[in-house]
Nanobody, 123 residues
Framework: QVQLVESGGGLVQAGDSLILSCAASGRTFNRYAMAWFRQAPGKERDFVAALHWNGRSTKYADSVKGRFTVSRDNAGNTAYLQMDRLKPEDTAVYYC????????????????WGQGTQVTVSS
């Protein structure tokens, strides 16, 4: 069982940076793949980035590639999403998720979810 809590969201201007954190409980955090999804108002939840439990292999949505970086600190049971050069279209509620199969883009393949954190980017 893994419990996830996101933090770090907020209101920023276009071009700014923001770091989201996902604190996980559970002693087997380092055996779970991690991912970030986001959901804008009136839209479906979309894949953003995923990270293998080894912390090295990653996958990104085309819309964030080159601007976002996903990482994890297994010792600290925390995953991160570094977001640079933010755009208004990045505005959404961001969720972290964990599961047993790494680098999946389908949200249905993740077993555990955080409550979400709002990111708003003004133009």
């Amino acid at each position: 069982q893994v419990q996830l809590v996101e933090s770090g969201g907020g209101l920023v201007q276009a071009g700014d940076s923001l770091i989201l954190s996902c604190a996980a409980s559970g002693r087997t955090f380092n055996r779970y793949a991690m991912a970030w999804f986001r959901q804008a108002p009136g839209k479906e939840r979309d894949f953003v980035a995923a990270l293998h439990w080894n912390g090295r292999s990653t996958k990104y949505a085309d819309s964030v590639k080159g601007r976002f970086t996903v990482s994890r600190d297994n010792a600290g049971n925390t995953a991160y999403l570094q977001m640079d050069r933010l755009k208004p279209e990045d505005t959404a509620v961001y969720y972290c998720a964990s599961g047993s199969v790494p680098l999946m883009v389908q949200d249905t393949l993740y077993n555990y979810w955080g409550q979400g954190t709002q990111v708003t980017v003004s133009s």
